[in-house]
């Protein structure tokens, strides 16, 4: 699977963005997928994952409440929501896909996923 991250940019403590990721190739709609984000100097974080079906998703303490992660297999492509940003939400942000098919248990790591996009430049201003 190859991944194509958009949407990033800058906005304003309090604001939302939306996140795309498009993916090429054949099994996308069996992998599980996942968004992280890194700062500088900082381990990547983990953000937010989608079961490959859709019907199940796991958030970080951090954005829960705040971020929806989406996708949409018929369009081979998975969103992230971010509402009600904060100036520590600003990282590089990245998706990500599941090594395994059809996997049951969401990946939550980063060793989990085998597939990454380039990233895209989220910014906050206080």
């Known amino acids: 699977v190859q991944l194509q991250a958009s949407g990033g940019g800058l906005v304003q403590a309090g604001g939302s963005l939306r996140l795309s990721c498009a993916a090429s190739?054949?099994?996308?709609?069996?992998?599980?997928m996942g968004w992280f984000r890194q700062v500088p100097g900082k381990e990547r974080e983990f953000v937010a994952a989608?079961?490959?079906?859709?019907?199940?998703?796991a958030y970080a303490d951090s954005v829960k409440g705040r971020f929806t992660i989406s996708r949409d297999n018929a369009k081979n492509t998975v969103d992230l929501q971010m509402n009600s940003l904060k100036p520590e939400d600003t990282a590089i942000y990245y998706c990500?896909?599941?090594?395994?098919?059809?996997?049951?248990?969401?990946?939550?790591?980063?060793?989990?996923?085998?597939?990454w996009g380039q990233g895209t430049q989220v910014t906050v201003s206080s």
């Open positions: 190739g054949r099994t996308f709609s069996t992998r599980n």
């Open positions: 990500a896909a599941d090594r395994r098919n059809s996997a049951y248990y969401l990946p939550l790591v980063s060793a989990d996923f085998g597939s």
């Open positions: 989608i079961s490959w079906g859709g019907g199940h998703t």
